[in-house]
């Protein structure tokens, strides 16, 4: 079974620009998490979303929003980037909405940096 | 709200040495799970070992186990037999049923030959 997948790898942008981050849930995971890695602030929870829902927000600025579709694929945007936005974005899949007992899986991350 | 604290930023060991990393939480909340992830340098994260606090035995997982505190909020992680590929960043991390992790700081651990 293949892993949670995210596109880009990695993406670099300048001050102004938005970005959209793509994640593929493991198959038949329908619950979808995502986090900031920074050296500084370490790993904050940014949204979950189960069925097309965001069930859960944690605390960034609007800028950040994301969505996730009726196959459970989910994306995230930034727009009007800052350079503080440079960071590592994890997502996760797990199999139900998120309950934390269901293992989350992660994906190798997209790594943006704002120039 | 809940918090996490890893003490330790940085920690080595010597291969097939044991080494125990620090994780203390704060939470008002009776029913939750613990976890401690690592995150090689390739910056995959998975999963070690999970604690569930309605459990009182301790979590193990081959050659990781844990020592779970409940009154005094402490979740730490022994590892035994350390190997070169132990080598990565842990992290404890807090969850419940909102859907989201609550994580420590992290732990550098290094693994020396």
């Known amino acids: 079974k293949a892993g949670v997948t995210q596109t880009p790898r990695y993406l670099i942008k300048t001050r102004g620009q938005q970005v959209t981050l793509s994640c593929s849930p493991i198959?038949?995971?329908?619950?979808v998490s995502w986090y900031q890695q920074t050296p500084g602030q370490g790993l904050q929870f940014l949204f979950e979303?189960?069925?097309?829902?965001?069930?859960n927000k944690g605390n960034f600025p609007g800028r950040f929003s994301g969505r996730q579709f009726s196959n459970s694929r989910s994306e995230m945007n930034v727009s009007t980037l800052e350079l503080g936005d440079s960071a590592l974005y994890l997502c996760?899949?797990?199999?139900?909405?998120?309950?934390?007992?269901?293992?989350?899986?992660f994906g190798p991350g997209t790594r943006l940096t704002v120039l | 709200a809940q918090t996490v604290t890893q003490s330790q930023p940085e920690m080595s060991v010597q291969e097939a040495e044991t080494v125990t990393l620090s994780c203390t939480y704060d939470t008002s909340e009776n029913n939750y799970y613990l976890f401690w992830y690592k995150q090689p340098p390739s910056r995959q994260m998975i999963l070690v070992i999970r604690q569930e606090a309605y459990k009182q035995q301790n979590a193990t997982e081959n050659r990781f186990s844990v020592n779970f505190q409940k009154a005094a909020k402490s979740f730490s992680l022994k590892i035994s037999d350390s190997q070169l590929g132990d080598t990565a960043m842990y992290f404890c991390?807090?969850?419940?049923?909102?859907?989201?992790?609550?994580f420590g700081q992290g732990t550098t651990l290094q693994v020396k030959p």
């Open positions: 198959s038949g995971h329908r619950s």
């Open positions: 979303y189960f069925s097309e829902t965001q069930r």
């Open positions: 991390a807090f969850g419940s049923n909102t859907g989201k992790l609550i």
């Open positions: 996760a899949s797990s199999v139900d909405r998120g309950f934390s007992y269901n293992e989350q899986f």
